[in-house]
C-alpha cells in the first residue's frame, strides 16, 4: 500500500469511526451484558442451568440482552455475592437458602432440619403457592434489595468426615463439622451432637486439609464437585437437611428495565428451575457413582436411627419453629 493510499485508509476508518461514534454510544445504551456468578464450577446444574438460559435470554432478544457467568466463587463467596447483587454489581446469583434466611426471616422455615418428608416433598412446594409466596416476600421486602427470580434444587445434605465411618448418630459426637453461616445450622449439628462451626463454601476446602474441621454436610454434588471427598471419605446419608437455593435478580438493575424485559427475565427463570431439576437428577447420579469409584464409604442409616436424628434436632424445633408454626403446617399439608 503507498502512502497516499495508506493515508486515505486512514481517513475513511476517521469517517467510519466518527459516524459510529453515535452507534456504539446508542449500542451502550441498548445492549446489556447481565452479569451472573455461583459458587460451583462450569457444568454444575446450577451453573448450567443459568448459562442455557443467558442463550435463550441472548436469543429472544436478537443479542441486545446477555448473561456472563462468573462460575466457581470467582465474584466471593455466597455472602459477598448476595452484598454485590444488592448493590447492582452483580445481577444474577444463585445462592442457597442457607444464608438468604437473614435477608428475609421466612425463608428460614427452609431452613429446618427435616422440614421436608424427601425431596419430591421439597420440589412439589416450590413449585406451588408457598414458593411463589415465599419468592414475593423477598421481592416485596422494602430491605431486600433482590428480585427472588425461581428456586432451584440442591437435593438433600449429608454429613462426611475425615475420622471415621458415622454409622449411628452417637458417632459424630465431638467430630467438628462445618455448616453453612446461619445459627439454625450450628444449632442443629450441636443438637446432632456434633460441633457446628459457621464457614464460608470459600474457605471449607482448605479447612478440612488442614483439619480445622473434621468434616462438613451436603449434597452429593457439592461434596463431589468440592472435592470435598479426597480429604473426607466417609459419607452418611443423614439427609438431616433439604435446602433449596434460590436465584435472585439485582433490584437495582431491575427497576431499570423496561416490563417487557422483566417479564421475559421471569419466564425464563421459570424454564431455569425446569432444567436445573432434570440436570439435579444426572447429576446426583453420576456423583455418587465418582464417589464410589473414588472409594468414599457410603453409609445408610435404618429408619429407626433416622428417627433418632429427627429426635436430636426437638430443641432447634424448640427454639426456632414456633414462629413458622402456620408455615410449617401448610408445607406439611402439601402431600
Ligand atoms: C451447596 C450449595 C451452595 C452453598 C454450599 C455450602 O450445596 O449449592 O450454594 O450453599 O452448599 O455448603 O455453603
Redesign the pocket.
Known sequence: MDRRNFAGLIAASAILAAGLGATPAALAQSKQVLKATD??PLGYP?VEAVVRMGKKLETATNGRLSIQMYPSMQLGG?KEMIEQTQVGAIQYA???V??MGSIVDDLNVFNMPFVFRDVPHMNKVIDGPIGDELLKKLTDSPTSKLVGLCWMD?GA?SFYNSKKPVKTIDDLKGLKIRM?GNPIFVDTANAIGANGIAM??DQLISALQTGVVDG?E??PP?YESGKHYQFAKYYSLSEHLIIP?ILVFSRATWDKMSKDDQALLTKLAKEAQKEERTLWNEREKASMAELKKQGIEVITFSPDEKKKFQAAVKPVWDKYGAKYTALVQRIQDVK
Do not use: D, K, L, Y
Open positions: 459458587v460451583h446450577t455466597e444463585r445462592i442457597s442457607g444464608p440442591a445434605r453453612m464460608g463454601f462438613a451436603n449434597n457439592s437455593e
